[in-house]
């Protein structure tokens, strides 16, 4: 299964992406009076998967994903995030058996306020080497440990820590 999950990459981006507004929306129907917008933008170049405005509060949040029992312990994010409306970062933890959420992990302020200043956190490197081998570094990317995160159980919580002051 895991193999699919890497042959099919952006597939399972989209899907992930899907199923997280649904949930969001779903919630929005069930208990807050249909007061979820949600957009994509255009251009990918400050950073940000979603945009979504409830309650008055709009969010620029940036999509991650893994399964439940990855060893993943970080994630990379643009500085550009810091200069959005209550940007942050939404790590979804899934079953790679049933794509079900179990996790929902939360990088980012209360809501309508921005995210802390990012110049403290390391700047990520590219991936793969030049041809001398050697990795520059990415100055726009900063790396977050998963211990900065806020971990919530359940798509209502986070939809509190998202737009419920």
Not at 35 to 44: F, G, I, M, R, T
Request: aromatic fraction near 10%; include cysteine.
């Amino acid at each position: 299964m895991a193999s699919d999950h890497n042959n099919h990459s952006s597939y399972r981006e989209k899907l992930i992406e899907h199923l997280f507004i649904g949930e969001l929306l779903k919630l929005s129907w069930l208990k807050y009076d249909c007061d979820l917008e949600v957009a994509k933008p255009e251009v990918d170049n400050a950073g940000y998967d979603i945009i979504a405005e409830a309650n008055g509060i709009v969010r620029h949040i940036q999509l991650k994903a893994s399964f439940t029992a990855s060893t993943t312990t970080q994630q990379k994010l643009h500085v550009k995030l810091a200069t959005k409306s209550s940007g942050c970062v939404v790590w979804l933890k899934f079953n790679q058996e049933t794509m079900r959420f179990e996790d929902y992990l939360f990088y980012g302020a209360e809501p309508g306020k921005p995210l802390n200043n990012l110049d403290n956190l390391k700047v990520a490197r590219h991936s793969k080497g030049n041809k001398d081998g050697v990795k520059h570094q990415r100055p726009n990317i900063r790396i977050i440990n998963k211990g900065e995160f806020v971990s919530f159980d359940t798509v209502e919580s986070l939809y509190h820590a998202l737009f419920i002051n």
